[in-house]
Structure formats: structure tokens, C-alpha cells
């Protein structure tokens, strides 16, 4: 222990450490590990006493109490039995069902038998833990790894069955929160019941069948009954015509049990829409590019025209091909006018004889301009005047009359 106002990582010599492990010098606060509290044997024998009252004397005993008493030996035993006869005793419950050898001969089994067995109070469970770790020879695992290998007993709380589909809760009994955990498995048959005791280790579940009184032991999701068989006579191509005729086993596909939160269906509908808006719709289609993309039924089944029939039907989504606008001709709507574009070079329109240049026509209106304001010119009567002007053309000459 810590010397007082010394600090946990102290190495003086009186605390834990026992002096510097540096050689000299500063000290340096070593690694701080959780070490096992040492109790004295006053609360060694007092813990042996408490278990030895309560009967805690094996692992599923400090959560259940025995209810029978073996008829040979008269030990404290675990009674169970099923409607057809069968009675048999067993010394621990769960993985791996020990059976109690006084009775383990095939002969029938007899005794004081109370009700089934039930869990522990949660206050009784508390001191019987916290007596089991006082003890030097420990009932429960120790360490965190082999805890975590080792089987924990839980009681089933909730079980409901329908369509094939066994949906379980159970609560630890092993823990102090009791913390609780649900798994499903398809299945005949319930073959659980509220209070029935289970094996609990990660994902997978170990319990007694009903009738046989044999371990089984599934994990999360498992089938332990054969749908093929049961569904020998229906044929995967043939698309049936009503949704009525989905068969309860087949439900399993579209994860439709009661407590269940995935649905199928739901899960599949934006990738139906989707398959819908490029055109493949139908049955065969959906079933076919369903597979190809790598996607499975809830049950882990490939998709077949019959379960994507059923699944078209239960999301709801069209199967309407989509409509495909035509294109418009120039007669059914005027085109809009091209936008010139920013980078392009206007092209050079080629000028018209009959066009004028802005210097042409201001020459032009200054000549008339000119001439308007002339005074216009009177014409000669003079009939030399006329010859002189008509033989500067080079045709006209004139001839005088005597000549």
C-alpha cells in the first residue's frame, strides 16, 4: 500500500515498489497495474460460508438455484423433464449440460422435485460474487480473455414465433447489469419458452430441445430445419398471380418476423426504383440483375422470378416502363435563335454593287447639293453653237450652205 501523503507511483522504500528501480537519481513513476486485493483468513472463512449457505458450489449454482434433490446421493440437483416422460437430473446447467451420474442409467428418475429452476435474487446474487472472489479456489473465470471464451447462463424473457421464425431475448444472469441480447433462427417448432435457461458465448446459443432433451447449439440467424424439402413442390420460375399465394416459409426472404427491424422490402426499394427508372422491370428482370449485383434475400437465397414477383408486391414500387419523351421536329416548335458564341469572328458580309459607303453617300449629297444650287443653265438658239457642241461627240459635222 501507499505510505501517507506518498503518491501511488512512490518508490521511498515503505510503499509499493520498494525503492528507486532507477539505479539512482529521479525516481520514475513505474507502470500502475490493478493488483488482486489479499484478504485475510478471517474473510477467507467467512466467504467459504457464505457460498457453503447459499450452495454456490459450481458456476451456474451462484445464479440458479437448484430445484431437486438427487434420489440416490440426495444432492441438490437440476430437475427437468418433457411430456413425454423423460426425467433427468443434471449437476450444472448449461454448455456442456452436465448430466448428474446417479441417474445418468437409463432407469427412471425420481425425488423431491420443486418447480423449474429459477434465477437467484439480484441482492443474493451480489454477495454470492462478492464472496466467490474472496475464495482462493475461484468458482468463475478469472481474467478478462477467459471470460470472454467461457459460456454465460442467461434466462429467456421474451420468445415469440411465427411464419418458421423464433425470435428470442434473453438477460444475462452472469453480470450485474443483467445486460440483455435477442437473436432469431428458423425453426418448426418453438422450441423455447419464457424462463427456459440458455448458453450464452458471443453469437452463439446453446439449450435443451423441448422434447429430446438434447444440446442445441445454433448461432444468429441459423436454420435447423430443412425448407427445401417443405418447399419441394413449388417451382422458383413460375411468377404467381396474387400475393396471397406467398407460403409462411417462404416469409423468411423478406425478413418479416415480429420483432424484427430490417424488412426486405423496405431495405430493397430504392434499388427497385432505381431498376425501374432504366427499364428493367418485370420479375425475370429484377430477380436476374438483382443476383448480378451480388445482392440476397433475407435468408441468404438467391433471388428467383417467384421471390421477386413478392417482392415487386410488397414495396409497391411501378413497374411501368418509363416514358421516353420524342424528340421535336423544327415544324412542331420554332428553335430558339442560336446565341452568338463570345470567341467567334463575325464574318464579312461581301458589299453590294448597289450599296453605298457612308464617304460615297455624303459626296454624293454634296454634289447634288452643289447642283441644286446652280442656276440653271439657259439653252442657246445659236445653230453654230449646236454644230460646235454635236461634233465634239465625232459624228455630227457641219457643212456650210454654199459648200
Known sequence: MTGHNHYPWCTCGWCVGGGNRNGGGASVAPEI?????????????????????????????????????????GQPVYFYSNEHGSRVFFDELGKPWAKHPCTDNGRPASGSVRARPSSRPVAEIKEILGAEQKIDQRIL????????????????????????LMEVQVEDLSSENH???????????????????????????????????????????????????????????????????????????????????????????????DFARKGIVGPKLVSHYL??????????SHWTPRLAFFLIALSGVSQENPVRQK??????????????????????????????????????????????????????TDVDEWARMLSRLGRVSRKDDDG
Open 33 to 73: 497495474k490493478t493488483l488482486r486485493p489479499i484478504y485475510s483468513e478471517y474473510e477467507k472463512r467467512h466467504a467459504t460460508q457464505t457460498l457453503k449457505g447459499y450452495g454456490a458450489t459450481s458456476y451456474s449454482r451462484c445464479f440458479v438455484n437448484p430445484n431437486a434433490s438427487c434420489p440416490v446421493c
Open 179 to 273: 445486460q440483455r441480447h435477442r437473436f432469431f433462427i428458423y425453426c418448426d417448432q418453438p422450441l423455447l419458452s419464457e424462463g427456459d435457461l440458455v448458453s450464452r458465448r458471443g453469437e452463439t446459443f446453446s439449450f435443451l430441445h423441448p422434447l429430446s432433451l438434447e444440446d442445441i447449439e445454433v448461432a444468429n440467424g441459423d436454420r435447423i430445419m430443412d425448407f427445401e424439402a417443405l418447399e419441394k413442390d413449388l417451382d422458383p420460375s413460375v411468377i404467381p398471380n396474387e400475393v396471397s399465394e406467398l407460403m409462411p416459409s417462404e416469409r423468411r426472404h423478406f425478413g418479416l418476423g415480429s420483432g424484427r427491424t430490417a424488412n426486405m422490402s423496405g431495405t430493397l426499394r430504392s434499388v427497385l426504383e
Open 291 to 300: 443476383n448480378e449485383t451480388g445482392r440476397v434475400t433475407a435468408d441468404g
Open 327 to 380: 424528340k421535336r421536329t423544327s415544324g412542331s416548335k420554332p428553335q430558339k435563335a442560336r446565341k452568338p458564341q463570345p470567341h467567334a469572328r463575325a464574318k464579312k458580309r461581301p458589299r453590294s454593287s448597289g450599296t453605298l459607303s457612308g464617304n460615297s453617300v455624303s459626296q454624293s449629297a454634296n454634289k447634288i447639293s452643289k447642283l441644286r444650287s446652280e442656276p440653271e443653265a439657259q439653252l442657246s
Open 141 to 164: 473465470p478469472v481474467g478478462r480473455q477467459a471470460r470472454k471464451k467461457s459460456w454465460k447462463l442467461a434466462v429467456v424473457v421474451e420468445v415469440h414465433f411465427a411464419d418458421f
